[in-house]
């Protein structure tokens, strides 16, 4: 049987990663929540930078990356999805981290990924393309609510802030920006509540398959 590819794509803290991890629940795919790889890739390259980001030093934390670094603690926070925001505008640090991707697409469970290019770069070829927004407001919201558990002390306006700097560099780049493939399908979660989201995408690929 053909192996079934979901791309999700989307602006930070959209619920991407809660409807990837249901689709995958639901249907038995293996997932890939791609910003994990640019998150690690941040954090290694902070740490071998002493604190500053220096692409070369980037470029080698991508393509010395290992599984593992995936689960490091950590990786959830505000300064580390900056970094990986940093160095995921480097060319070289995108390719590094391309073969993992698509050979993780090929999976004969079929594969979700979710990050900000797999509709238009890592699988162009997916069977169900989603794009997933929702205003910046709820946005923010959704994304305090969850840091504030670890940092009670973080504001909502310094994670609007956090959130819209990062939007905009992520959409500016040059190499493989956020933006919906063409033959993607928007699905705005701004009023939608997680259940409702989860099913829109699911009757997109039960359609699909
Ligand atoms: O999805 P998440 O917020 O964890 O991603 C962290 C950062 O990694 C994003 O802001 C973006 O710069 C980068 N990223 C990317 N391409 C992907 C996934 C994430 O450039 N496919």
Redesign the pocket.
Known sequence: PKRFVVAIDGP?AAG?GTISRALAARYGFAHL???????ATGLKALRDGHGTIDAPVAIAAARALRPEDLTADGLRTGPV?EA??VV?AIPEV?QALLDFQRAFAAQPSGAVL?????GTV?CPDADVKLFVTASDAVRARRRHAELAKSNPAITLEEVAGDLAR?DA??AQRTD?PLKPADDALLLDTTELTIDAAIAEAAALITRKR
């Open positions: 930070a991407k929540d791609t910003g994990l790889l640019y998150r999805g990986a925001s995921a995108r979710d990050g900000r290019d797999i890592i990062r560099r992520d493989a």
